[in-house]
């Protein structure tokens, strides 16, 4: 019986290393986070570039606007000072069409001046933001591809494990390996805990010293009173002097 629980102590072992490697699985980073957070920034670049489209075709429009207006204003201001009109009050209405031009214009060239700037400030944010998505991107495709590689070697270590956990598991009496499976399974993935002291390892309660006395006479099939866990008596190696 003492070799069997040395075997269900290596088996115990196994299962805590697995236990371990699938916790390491599922805490790895995938990336999947920062794919998000890129998506979002994407969509917002998105959004800044049709603003800056949107600037851009307010800014060509005033332009064009400005364009005819000036014209207009050329002409009236032709026939003003041409001579050819000598009629006071064609006279003033056409100073007045030159004047509310003239106002009309000074302030579509103070918008224009204003999308200008605006525009400037889009671009510059735009040009900012695409480093930003661009730094983003490249750290998501390495964190990928570590994600990749450790995810491949944690999972040939897990399968690893469970292939020399059957073996182990295959010298054990089946009635012995039910028992500590179903410990194991109402104690956190712990069945059989190694005691080399007087306290169990797996709850730090104290031993009673009559189960003490029989784990240590080598005596099967001891437990913990408080915690239900199989003990494994295994003395502590001495302590070598330097």
């Known amino acids: 019986m003492s070799h069997e629980l040395a075997v269900v102590y290596q088996v115990q072992q196994a299962d805590t290393e697995m236990a371990r490697l699938q916790a390491a699985l599922g805490g790895l980073n995938n990336g999947d986070e920062l794919a998000s957070e890129i998506a979002s920034a994407e969509a917002e670049l998105a959004d800044l570039r049709e603003k800056r489209r949107a600037t851009d075709r307010e800014q060509l429009d005033h332009q064009l606007e400005l364009k005819t207006l000036e014209e207009k204003k050329r002409k009236f201001q032709g026939q003003l000072y041409g001579g050819s009109i000598n009629n006071p009050r064609q006279l003033h209405d056409l100073q007045g069409e030159v004047d509310m031009l003239s106002r009309e214009i000074s302030k579509i060239e103070d918008r224009v001046l204003q999308l200008m700037q605006e525009i400037e400030d889009q671009r510059s944010e735009e040009a900012s933001r695409e480093a930003r998505l661009a730094e983003s991107q490249q750290t998501l495709e390495e964190v990928r591809d570590r994600y990749a590689k450790t995810e491949a070697r944690l999972r040939g270590e897990l399968a690893d494990c469970a292939v020399g956990r059957k073996a182990l598991a295959a010298q054990i009496n089946p009635h012995l390996l039910k028992r500590y499976e179903q410990i194991r399974a109402r104690q956190g993935n712990v069945g059989l805990v190694r005691v080399t002291g007087s306290t169990c390892p797996g709850c730090q309660i104290s031993i009673a010293s009559e189960v003490l006395k029989e784990l240590k006479a080598r005596s099967p099939n001891q ?20």
């Open 223 to 242: 437990s913990c009173d408080n915690c239900g866990r199989m003990l494994y008596w295994e003395t502590a190696p001495e302590s070598s002097e330097a």
